[in-house]
Structures are given as structure tokens and as C-alpha cells.
């Protein structure tokens, strides 16, 4: 389904398709004519439309077809009026000079980063020297929770590397930077957070307070996202839409909209050439950094999006073409970039999908993405306080699993327990 011909949720009208279904059964009550026959979907009734308008006049076809009739039978509410195209388009809004100088330099990143991917014959001491760092960063983890005070951890021993102070209420996400623990100085950006008051702060490994404040959202940010490149970060907001920043000069570069509610998630692809977002509408969507436009249109959940990730089909194989998104419908479901569509969907659990992680290989989303079999269900936090685990991560090398939960802690799980 096209962009464009998809309407925001009105009722219990999901589509423009349903629309028109609806304006099918209002001519064929105008001519008398039964709205629904035994065994008629939606084309056979069409159909049917067209064959009695067929043997009609030329005027009166254009009475019926022009007439404006609204029943209150089949339409949810009294007074329905279908929104004007002009409502249901994405909006583009100018940006400043500095959001075409980052779209050339994502441009060059994401072309030598797919570059690089695509380069399987690299020399073992590259490949070494990567693992190398990927597993320097399995050490940490940073956590962020509703006392609004993230904190920095050693993984293996769960010691308490550093707590920051500065947010004034609830804190609904923490970041590393790409670069943190690898080549980032410590008194340089490592750590970005947000809150539900809409401020997003900058941290360092020296100091607990913020080295830097980026511009006050007016509505909740719900999650983060640092670009590959490490300059720019990405924010999901409960005002519909999703920004962009350049960490470097806190400038904000670009403010996009697209989804009719809050936006619960946002997640770079690893090239960094396009983005993904997840919002409460139960739509997706896919934005070309490059061009600022969205290529792809995520429609078939039938309740909220909560999260979004890349998924990685293999390190061998080069290939980045895949999404996998978690709803609150209970199902996770894959979507290939390069058709457009929704390629498998599990029905994964008895409730909220609140949050998806896959390991950088593309091997196991706690599930196994080989024919998309669980593999184990982990079984550690008190239900009893909140059946509620809001996040889980997996380290690069695949050792540990983490989760976090309402039951205010995280939890550590070994290779051996998955």
C-alpha cells in the first residue's frame, strides 16, 4: 500500500479503502439495490456497481455518483466528513542551512559504511581489531529509570560505575555514544539521556552532571538514538513527530512529522543512510537521511508500535535489508526494505511487545531468526510487584543477555541460561 493512500485512523475507519467500501454500499442503497449479497466481498460488489451504472444514463449516472449521502448506520459517527487529501500527506517542514550540509555528510558516511559492509575480503587483523573493541564495550551498561538519574554500569559485576544528576523527573532512555569506551575521550559526549519533560541532556565518564543541554522538547521523549557517524542524534517525541541534532553545536537540524501520534521509537540503520520509526498510530515508517524523505510505509499492526530495530542477516552475507517492529498487539513482525512488505509475523507473546533487541549478528532476537523459533523464555522478575519488562539488550558477542523491569531492577542472563 502506497503512502498516500493511507489514512490516518478515524474510528473504526483504518484505511481510504474502507472509505470507499462504505461509499460502494451508499450507491447501491441509492439505487434500491441490496448492499450486501451472500458471498460478495468487497470487488464482486463493485462489480455489481458498475454493471447498474452501466445501464443507466449519462445524467443519471452523474445524480448518483455526485449525490452527498451520509448514513448514520454506516458511518461511526454523525456528521462524518472524509479529511482532504492535504490532511493525510506526510509534511516536509524547511530546515536550516546546516540540515543540507548533514544530509551530504550522511550521504558520504553511509555510502563508505556500505562500502565496508559489502567488502567481505577484508584482512583478519581488521576483523580482530573490531572484535577487539566490540568487546571492550560488553563491560558497561547504562541504565535509565523514573528516579531520573542515569547510571553507568560494570556488566559482569553490576557495580555502579556512575549515577547522573540533572533531570527533574523521569527518565525514559539512555544512549552510549557510537564511539564510548572505543576512541571517545571520557570528558567528551559518551552518554545521552531523556526524560518525560522533554529535556535531553549530554553526558560525560568524568563528571554526574551534564556537559551539554540539547533544545527543551515540548511533549515527552520517549527514546534516543545516536547516527552512526556519532555526530547527529535522533529524538521520538509525543508530539508526532521525530527530530534530529547535531551534538556537536546542539543545533536542531530537523523536525519531521508523519505519524498521527506520539512517536515511541526511532532507529538508525547501520549504514546510517535511513531511519526507522514506530509510533502509537501502529504505523512505521522509513526516512531517507539523504533526501529527508520517508521511503516506506510500515501498515499492519492493529494496535500501538512500541519498538523498532535493524535487523542484520548475517555478517558474512553483507545484507541489511530487514526491520522487525513490536506492538501491543502481541505480535512481532519482519518487513523486507526492498519490497515493501511484511515478510512474517509471530505471535509472540501474551502481551505487550514493548521492547526488541537483535545481536549484531543477526542470529537471535531471544528468539532464532532461522525459521523464527523460540528458543527460551526467561523467567527472573517479580510479577507480582508489575508484569511489565520494559527493555532488553544483547551484548555484541553474544554472551550476555540484560532486561530491565518495573520491579525496579535489571537482570543479568549468561549464555548458558539462553
Not at 572505543?182 to 554526574?208: F, I, K, Q, R
Request: charged residues 25%.
Amino acid at each position: 500500500m502506497s503512502e498516500e493512500g493511507t489514512t490516518k485512523k478515524f474510528g473504526s475507519l483504518a484505511t481510504l479503502e474502507a472509505v470507499k467500501a462504505i461509499q460502494v454500499k451508499l450507491k447501491l442503497r441509492k439505487l434500491n439495490q441490496p448492499i450486501c449479497l451472500f458471498g460478495e466481498d468487497i470487488l464482486d460488489r463493485r462489480e455489481r456497481l458498475r454493471a447498474l451504472l452501466s445501464t443507466m444514463t449519462e445524467d443519471e449516472v452523474a445524480a448518483i455518483l455526485h449525490t452527498e449521502e451520509v448514513s448514520s448506520d454506516i458511518y461511526p459517527f454523525k456528521g462524518y466528513v472524509e479529511k482532504p487529501d492535504e490532511e493525510t500527506t506526510t509534511w516536509y517542514h524547511r530546515g536550516p542551512m546546516a540540515l543540507r550540509a548533514a544530509r551530504v555528510a550522511i550521504a558520504d558516511f553511509s555510502l563508505r559504511r556500505a562500502k565496508e559492509r559489502h567488502n567481505i575480503l577484508v584482512g583478519f587483523y581488521s576483523q580482530f581489531f573490531i572484535y577487539a573493541q566490540i568487546l571492550f564495550m560488553t563491560f558497561v551498561t547504562v541504565t535509565a529509570g523514573w528516579s531520573g538519574q542515569p547510571c553507568v554500569w560494570r556488566r559482569d559485576t553490576c557495580e555502579r560505575l556512575i549515577r547522573y544528576v540533572g533531570h527533574q523527573s523521569q527518565a525514559g532512555c539512555a544512549r552510549f555514544h557510537p564511539y564510548a569506551y572505543v576512541s571517545a575521550d571520557p570528558s567528551s559526549l559518551n552518554v545521552a539521556s531523556c526524560a518525560h519533560d522533554g529535556t535531553v541532556y549530554l553526558w560525560s565518564l568524568d563528571s554526574d552532571k551534564p556537559i551539554g543541554e540539547l533544545e527543551k522538547h515540548e511533549s515527552r521523549v520517549s527514546k534516543l538514538a545516536f547516527h552512526p557517524n556519532g555526530r547527529h542524534l535522533a529524538t521520538a517525541c509525543y508530539d508526532s513527530s521525530w527530530r534530529m541534532f547535531d551534538v556537536e553545536t546542539s543545533e536542531d537540524l530537523l523536525f519531521q512529522e508523519g505519524h498521527a501520534k506520539s512517536v515511541a521509537d526511532v532507529a538508525f540503520h547501520p549504514d546510517g543512510s535511513v531511519a526507522l520509526t514506530g509510533g502509537l498510530d501502529c504505523y512505521g515508517r522509513v526516512w531517507d537521511l539523504r533526501t529527508g524523505r520517508c521511503i516506506m510505509f510500515l501498515d499492519g499492526h492493529t494496535k500501538e508500535l512500541y519498538t523498532c530495530e535493524w535487523l542484520p542477516n548475517g555478517s558474512v552475507s553483507s545484507l541489511m535489508y530487514e526491520m522487525v517492529t513490536g506492538s501491543a498487539d502481541n505480535t512481532i513482525k519482519v518487513w523486507d526494505l526492498r519490497i515493501r512488505k511484511n515478510t512474517y509475523t509471530m505471535p509472540a507473546h501474551s502481551s505487550v511487545v514493548s521492547k526488541i533487541k537483535v545481536d549484531h549478528l543477526g542470529q537471535y532476537l531471544i528468539w532464532s531468526t532461522s525459521g523464527w523459533q523460540p528458543l527460551r523464555q526467561l523467567k527472573g522478575h517479580d510479577t507480582k510487584a508489575c508484569n511489565l519488562v520494559m527493555c532488553v539488550d544483547i551484548s555484541p558477542d553474544g554472551k550476555w543477555i540484560m532486561s530491565s523491569a518495573f520491579d525496579r531492577t535489571f537482570k543479568l542472563w549468561t549464555q548458558s541460561e539462553y
